[in-house]
């Protein structure tokens, strides 16, 4: 109970299987246990939209001393995504690690000093989105506030630049830039915008309602990256030989991957996706040690792509 309390005090909540997962009890245990904290009056919130579960307010516990192990990962964190090679516009983090840093007792401080230093994320490249921050900022303001924004944003779908008047639900930093979800009026539905993209952006007057249970993750359903397509999702069956099966089985790909080793070494990749151009991406990396057996729209795909390869490379 302490341990679900201090996790609904803190941060933005969590959902009922997150918090299942985090305290290593069934769905149920957290539902019988979230009846029992609002039976003794504690103030428990749940938000509709985002399917939460946060304690509001002030904390119910005091603060406790980090542990080395929790000062260690925090310090490190922080120092790497703040970096010029981590997550662009965080560099706010550096600093924030130095305040930590300076802030632990003396003797912790020291036994961390050189740990910190032989420790370190290499994070893929990004980009880096210089003059971007006046954006970022806006729509953090713009998210927190419910309030619309117009953006004029340069298409790479339409190949034109657009205007819209956006209704940003979310941010979400993937892989190599900074993203905005939310309802775009000229398209008439929700999209995912660029924001290295976004040429120029200005403050609305009038509000937006996130839509009843809308999530980021509901938005991308199965897609492999950030791309989902229309339709209904495929099933995905990719051979890899031996000599790459074994890197591409130690990698989390996809949430729904499943991964089957056969007697010669190779290795049969099971996954299902929503639309099949990004994975199509992915698979052509490895060249001729990947092989699509299902499904055949994908295997046509594949090989139109490197047909035109060999055609250019001829």
């Avoid at 000229?186 to 995912?192: G, P, Q, S, V």
Wanted: aromatic fraction near 8%; hydrophobic fraction near 40%.
């Amino acid at each position: 109970m302490l341990q679900l309390i201090g996790l609904l005090q803190a941060g933005r909540g969590y959902n009922s299987d997150a918090l299942a997962q985090a305290c290593g009890v069934s769905r149920r245990t957290v539902f019988r246990d979230l009846d029992l904290l609002r039976l003794s009056g504690v103030p428990l919130s749940f938000d509709e939209n985002q399917q939460r579960y946060r304690i509001p307010g002030a904390c119910l516990l005091p603060p406790t001393n980090f542990t080395p192990e929790e000062a260690l990962s925090l310090l490190v964190l922080c120092h790497e995504l703040g970096s010029s090679s981590g997550v662009p516009l965080l560099t706010a983090a550096r600093t924030a690690a130095v305040k930590l840093e300076s802030s632990l007792p003396a003797r912790l401080r020291d036994q961390l000093r050189e740990v910190t230093a032989a420790l370190h994320i290499a994070a893929e490249p990004a980009n880096p989105l210089v003059g971007c921050k006046p954006v970022y900022d806006l729509l953090l303001t713009a998210i927190a506030n419910r309030r619309n924004v117009r953006i004029h944003y340069q298409s790479l779908a339409e190949e034109k630049e657009i205007a819209t008047r956006l209704s940003p639900y979310e941010l979400f930093f993937s892989r190599r830039s900074w993203y905005v979800v939310g309802r775009s009026s000229l398209h008439r539905a929700k999209r995912t915008f660029n924001l290295g993209r976004i040429l120029r952006i200005e403050p609305l007057d009038d509000r937006f309602r996130v839509p009843r249970g809308f999530s980021l993750a509901r938005h991308l359903r199965n897609a492999w990256h950030m791309i989902p397509e229309k339709g209904r999702d495929r099933e995905v069956v990719v051979r890899f030989d031996r000599l790459v099966a074994q890197n591409v089985a130690e990698v989390n790909w996809h949430k729904t991957q499943r991964v089957v080793f056969r007697d010669d070494g190779s290795a049969d990749f099971h996954v299902t996706v929503s639309g099949l151009k990004e994975i199509s991406w992915w698979i052509l990396g490895y060249g001729d040690r990947a092989e699509v057996l299902e499904p055949p729209e994908l295997r046509q795909l594949i090989a139109q792509h490197a047909q035109r390869m060999a055609d250019q490379y001829r």
